[in-house]
């Protein structure tokens, strides 16, 4: 099974206790950044992403999820609280958080989202596209 950064198939990774394991399939080619007052809340600071498919856990792993918005939960460890990751209800979107894996990722921070709810005591170095939270919205069909 790969497990090195850069190599495809399932990837490993796990909350900070280790009681929740998983196996994924990383499928963003970036790593995007929320700055949206949950995120920020539920994770301690922004919520830096990337997509994935195939999410494998252990039925008797303690992972919880919180019903976070009418659209989306998200994925914790109900032992240690490690903020784990978001999915739409819908099923079209899982991310993980990008700090998760047992192996760092190489996925450079390309997008920031819900820029508009960034408080201006951080800033991320380079350039990256910027959305709003209406933006983002948009792009997703919501309101």
Not at 69 to 93: A, H, T
Not at 94 to 122: C, G, H, M, N, R
Request: charged letters at 20%; aromatic letters at 10%.
């Amino acid at each position: 099974m790969a497990d090195d950064a850069t190599a495809a198939g399932p990837r490993q990774g796990g909350c900070a206790c280790g009681a929740v394991r998983f196996s994924v399939d990383v499928t963003g080619t970036e790593m995007d950044a929320c700055h949206c007052g949950r995120c920020r809340k539920w994770s301690g600071g922004p919520f830096m992403a990337v997509e994935v498919q195939n999410l494998s856990v252990a039925p008797e792993a303690p992972l919880g999820v919180w019903d976070s918005s009418e659209w989306g939960e998200r994925l914790f460890c109900r032992e240690c609280g490690s903020s784990l990751g978001f999915r739409m209800k819908d099923g079209p979107m899982v991310v993980l958080s990008a700090f998760v894996f047992d192996t760092p990722l190489t996925q450079p921070l390309v997008t920031e989202i819900f820029i508009d709810d960034k408080p201006d005591t951080y800033a991320f170095a380079g350039d990256t596209k910027k959305m709003t939270g209406a933006e983002v919205m948009a792009a997703f069909g919501g309101e």
